[in-house]
T-cell receptor, first 114, second 113 residues
Framework: SQTIHQWPATLVQPVGSPLSLECTVEGTSNPNLYWYRQAAGRGLQLLFYSVGIGQISSEVPQNLSASRPQDRQFILSSKKLLLSDSGFYLC?????????????FGNGTRLTVT | GQQVMQIPQYQHVQEGEDFTTYCNSSTTLSNIQWYKQRPGGHPVFLIQLVKSGEVKKQKRLTFQFGEAKKNSSLHITATQTTDVGTYFCATNAGGTSYGKLTFGQGTILTVHP
């Protein structure tokens, strides 16, 4: 069965410091991968998605970037964190191409920028 | 892309009472998905509706998709404390086939024992 791993679970970083969050999926090949951010425990905002190695689509201009160095690995990065980057970051996966794909989320990383 | 508005933002109920959350759009939707997020947890897929007027049930949960495919509802009968959490609707954004979902803001359900 497929599993998704996301780490770390929590992170406290000072303003201006770099960020690297990692997500890996097991048990499937060529997944679609996504990074979502949830601010203040409310709605989910799509940040990036990837349909293959090296293919990244950015949904919202921001201080963050994403990379997909391997088929089942998705990384969210920042060179210099802002206070507004605080939030709950969720990685998700799906498989295939369809208008009806459903998402499977990891446990998330709760980031606090101080 | 398509947007969906969810109401109410918060709902406090006594255990045993019913609960309904609504998801509305100004445009016709290709589909509606519902997710549940327990406090401190991650969203978990519940169900997907794609047909006009579709109704699906999961035990005490009833999901409906409007005839015009512009709204949806999730109804919980006789809530239990295990129903606590945030309920999100989501829809395929921009008509792509890559699973790009737009989520509503969610309804936070609190159940008092």
């Amino acid at each position: 069965s497929q599993t998704i791993h996301q780490w770390p679970a929590t992170l406290v970083q000072p303003v201006g410091s770099p960020l690297s969050l990692e997500c890996t999926v097991e048990g499937t090949s060529n997944p679609n991968l996504y990074w979502y951010r949830q601010a203040a425990g409310r709605g989910l905002q799509l940040l990036f998605y990837s349909v293959g190695i090296g293919q990244i689509s950015s949904e919202v201009p921001q201080n963050l970037s994403a990379s997909r160095p391997q088929d089942r690995q998705f990384i969210l990065s920042s060179k210099k964190l802002l206070l507004s980057d605080s939030g709950f970051y969720l990685c998700a996966w799906s498989v295939g191409q369809s208008f009806f794909l459903t998402l499977h989320f990891g446990n998330g990383t709760r980031l606090t920028v101080t | 892309g398509q947007q969906v508005m969810q109401i109410p933002q918060y709902q406090h109920v006594q255990e045993g009472e019913d609960f309904t959350t609504y998801c509305n759009s100004s445009t016709t939707l290709s589909n509606i998905q519902w997710y549940k997020q327990r406090p401190g947890g991650h969203p978990v897929f519940l169900i997907q509706l794609v047909k006009s007027g579709e109704v699906k049930k999961q035990k005490r949960l009833t999901f409906q998709f409007g005839e015009a495919k512009k709204n949806s509802s999730l109804h919980i009968t006789a809530t239990q404390t295990t129903d606590v959490g945030t309920y999100f609707c989501a829809t395929n954004a921009g008509g792509t086939s890559y699973g790009k979902l737009t989520f509503g803001q969610g309804t936070i359900l609190t159940v008092h024992p």
